[in-house]
């Protein structure tokens, strides 16, 4: 038997996903079209491959065993692809992409994960820093992709787009004292005992300087360089902590309350560069894809994950 490449990509999308939905997105297709491709390789290995459900669809046994022997021949084909083609191509420079500390918790790695896959020939290269140097560094043509806040972007004269929320919250532990609360004021966030980032850190600069002077004086019990250690402690019951939303893993057993100041609604945009590199265009809608996954609400994205969308096709 023969079997397509882009085939063998789809059906590992659409096993990873747990829809042929999801998996024709990933591969920019059409939903008929995704769905004709996985029924002819049902044919041509005259086995049912996918259990259609309600909730989306799963392998079958055959199903996961040409999952498992797919991505090993797609691993070993971009191998082979990139050893070949590296003898007769120049080096091409990497793609340069800047974020902020909130940016590079959650939303870049997840870009990068499914951009890397399907990119095997493009290098990434990523700096965590502050939006006017990022807005600097994109500006001077030494940069192609930036990951900026809206409020501290201003009119900086670059190509932008809006790319999801960064608004502030506050944790802490389960059923603790923040438990039944939908919101509260960073001046009585400051009361409690608090666990932070670094002082050299942009999110403690962005709340220090909008705390404003008629705050309390904020008594940190311990600071840490990740969001992921920071949210662990809070947790844990050590102190509140201010994070933006995206750094909660929805899954965890934690009390999140809003931050009820002005400063903390906050936005992304992404900002394109004065240069273009060739890949710059894909590594955006990867953003974007990742962005738009992190905004679904907790139910929508388990779904997504393991049981499929519930489209219709996905059921046939």
């Known amino acids: 038997m023969r079997y397509d490449l ?4 789809l059906f590992l999308h659409v ?39 309600r909730r989306g669809v799963r392998p079958t046994p055959a199903g996961t065993t040409l999952a498992r022997h797919a991505r090993d021949v797609l691993d070993r084909t971009a191998r082979l692809e990139n050893a070949v083609t590296s003898y007769g191509r120049s080096p091409r420079p990497p793609l340069t992409l800047l974020a902020g500390g909130s940016a590079m918790h959650r939303l870049v790695p997840r870009a990068l994960v499914s951009f890397l896959r399907e990119h095997p020939d493009v290098d990434v290269t990523t700096t965590e820093c502050r939006t006017p140097t990022t807005v600097r560094t994109l500006a001077d043509g030494a940069a192609d992709l930036g990951v900026l806040l809206d409020a501290e972007a201003g009119d900086c004269g670059l190509p ?24 509260m004021p960073y001046r009585e966030v400051a009361e409690h005992p608090l666990v932070g980032l670094d002082a050299d850190s942009s999110l403690r600069r962005w709340i220090e300087k909008h705390a404003g002077p008629h705050a309390p004086v904020a008594r940190y019990r ?28 929805p899954d965890r057993r934690i009390e999140v309350c809003d931050l009820d100041d002005s400063w903390a609604r906050r936005r992304h945009l992404l900002a394109r560069g ?33 049981a499929g969308s519930g489209d219709p096709d996905d059921q046939r």
């Open 274 to 306: 004065t240069r273009e590199h060739p890949a710059t265009p894909a590594l955006a809608r990867h953003l974007h894809a990742a962005a738009a996954g992190l905004a679904a609400p907790p139910r929508e994205r388990t779904a997504g994950a393991g």
């Open 160 to 183: 932008t787009e809006p790319l999801g929320d960064d608004s502030l919250v506050v944790v802490g532990q389960a059923d603790g004292i923040l438990a039944g609360r939908t919101g």
């Open 222 to 249: 311990t600071t840490v360089a990740g969001l992921g250690t920071l949210v662990a402690l809070a947790g844990a019951g050590v102190g509140l902590a201010v994070v933006p939303r995206r750094a909660v893993d």
């Open 6 to 9: 882009d085939d063998l990509r």
């Open 15 to 53: 096993v990873t996903e747990g829809s042929i939905t999801a998996g024709a997105r990933r591969m920019h297709l059409t939903l008929p079209s995704a769905s004709a491709r996985v029924r002819a390789l049902e044919h041509q290995a005259g086995v049912e491959l996918l259990v259609r459900g």
